[in-house]
């Protein structure tokens, strides 16, 4: 379950969903400000991006990660995410865009709905997606100094698919069985954001691909 420092009133997927839907929001406007931002404003926001992760991890460590901190960090990412999208639609279309926006819904919906209504417990699948987070980041820096084929390409995209599938069952599951502490929601709400946006890129990754095949 999320620890917390504190052992305030918890809470459930009720109170959650809607500071995720108010993420959402924030990221959505982030997404439409990037147009009106110079490009050489992304990297350094990128990396403002991953501070924030880190930071975000040590800061829970010793206090609540607040509602502003987790808005500006949505807000950050709806930007950086402009030029992956724009890219995306410029290559492969922006009606399948689209569409792997559509796809992701479903799947991280459905993941999401059967681990609430079902109430199973996914904690054993802790282990093995860290392991595989680890792979996929190992994976992604040795694709930044050497290319992958096209079968790694395809490894790594089902890979990471599979883990952000299985990260949103593992922690809506822990969520739904356990509760938060009212204090830690926006960490929490920051963690299934995550979830969501990475499903997404992995998705955009596998229409990329499918493009490419044909």
Do not use: C
């Not at 108010?22 to 982030?30: C, T």
């Not at 990660?65 to 992956?84: E, K, N, Q, R």
Request: aromatic fraction near 18%; charged fraction near 10%; charge should be neutral.
């Amino acid at each position: 379950m999320y620890p917390s420092y504190t052992t305030g009133t918890r809470v459930t997927m009720g109170d959650i969903f809607p500071a995720l839907f108010f993420s959402l929001m924030f990221a959505a406007i982030g997404f439409y400000v990037g147009q009106y931002l110079p490009p050489a404003l992304f990297l350094p926001l990128m990396i403002v991006e991953l501070i924030m992760i880190v930071a975000a991890v040590f800061i829970r460590r010793r206090k609540a990660v607040g509602y502003g901190f987790l808005y500006a960090f949505t807000l950050i990412s709806g930007i950086t995410l402009f030029p992956v999208i724009i890219h995306y639609g410029q290559t492969i279309g922006y009606e399948l865009v689209w569409q792997a926006f559509g796809v992701t819904i479903v799947a991280y919906g459905g993941a999401a709905l059967y681990a609430t209504l079902s109430k199973a417990d996914f904690s054993f699948l802790g282990g093995f997606l860290f392991i595989g987070l680890l792979a996929l980041m190992g994976m992604g820096i040795v694709n930044f100094f050497i290319p992958f084929s096209t079968q790694a390409e395809w490894v790594y995209t089902l890979l990471g698919i599979l883990i952000f599938i299985g990260y949103t069952l593992f922690d809506i599951s822990r969520i739904v069985r356990h509760g938060v502490a009212r204090e830690d929601v926006p960490f929490v709400v920051l963690s299934l954001y995550l979830d969501f946006v990475n499903l997404f890129l992995f998705i955009l990754r596998l229409f990329g691909l499918n493009v490419r095949r044909d």
